[in-house]
């Protein structure tokens, strides 16, 4: 089974609004894994995630704003 989250092209600023609503809950739910962990190891871990996290939103503005043209993007779900 697959879900179709995104597909098609969307101006600069659509792409940027759906790429950091989509990390952002990806951050949430890291967060919300930590203030119900117990673990250190588990703590770091997830503290290093919502860093690549951020990192990776950080990267994806910079390169969207260098490229004012419509942005392709693709997200789908794969069950296995």
């Known amino acids: ?3 179709q989250l ?6 600069p600023q659509e792409a940027i609004d759906i ?4 990390i952002n809950v990806k951050i949430k739910f890291q967060e919300n894994k930590i ?6 190891e588990a703590i770091k871990m997830r503290e290093k995630r919502i860093k690549d996290l951020q990192q990776d939103l950080s990267n994806a503005r910079e390169y969207i ?3 004012k043209e419509n ?3 693709q ?3 794969i069950f296995n």
Do not use: P, W
Request: aromatic share 4%.
């Open 65 to 67: 704003d260098n490229h």
């Open 1 to 3: 089974m697959n879900i």
């Open 35 to 40: 203030a119900n962990s117990d673990g250190e």
């Open 75 to 77: 997200s789908e779900l």
């Open 71 to 73: 942005i392709a993007l």
């Open 6 to 11: 995104i597909k098609g092209k969307f101006t």
């Open 19 to 22: 790429i950091t609503q989509m």
